[in-house]
C-alpha cells in the first residue's frame, strides 16, 4: 500500500527550513515574509507535509540562505573593525602575529 501524500515525514527539505530558522533565530513567520511565501507553506515544509517544495520555493530558500550568510558576515565585519578601532584608541602596543612562511616553490602533483 502506497503512503499516503498527507503522512508528516522527515525530508531533506524540513531538515534545511529548520536549520535554517533555528541558526538565525527567525520564526516561521519572518522566514515566510522574508521569502514572501505563506507560513503555511513553511509548516508544511518542516512537518514534512510537503515533502518537495516546488522549484520557486527552493530557489527561493537559497536566496534566504544566501542573505543570512552575507547578514552574519557583515556583523563579523562590523565587530572586527570596532575591535581594531577600540585597540587604536588605547593604544595597543601588542605585536602582530607573525606571517605564515609561504611555500614559493611549486609542488608537484603526484610526486
Known amino acids: 500500500m502506497r503512503p499516503s501524500r498527507k503522512t508528516p515525514a522527515e525530508t531533506q527539505w524540513s531538515e534545511a527550513f529548520r536549520r535554517l530558522r533555528k541558526e538565525h533565530h527567525v520564526s516561521q513567520r519572518e522566514l515566510a515574509v522574508l521569502m514572501k511565501v505563506s507560513k503555511g507553506t513553511i509548516s508544511g515544509i518542516e512537518s514534512g507535509l510537503v515533502r518537495v517544495p516546488s522549484f520557486r520555493t527552493q530557489r527561493k530558500l537559497d536566496w534566504a540562505q544566501h542573505r543570512f550568510e552575507m547578514k552574519r558576515l557583515d556583523r563579523e565585519v562590523a565587530y572586527v573593525t570596532k575591535l ?10 601588542r605585536k602582530p602575529l607573525p606571517a605564515l612562511p609561504v611555500n614559493q616553490e611549486r609542488v608537484a602533483i603526484g610526486a
Not at 581594531?84 to 602596543?93: E, S, T
Request: glycine share 10%.
Open 84 to 93: 581594531q578601532a577600540v585597540r587604536q584608541a588605547k593604544g595597543d602596543k
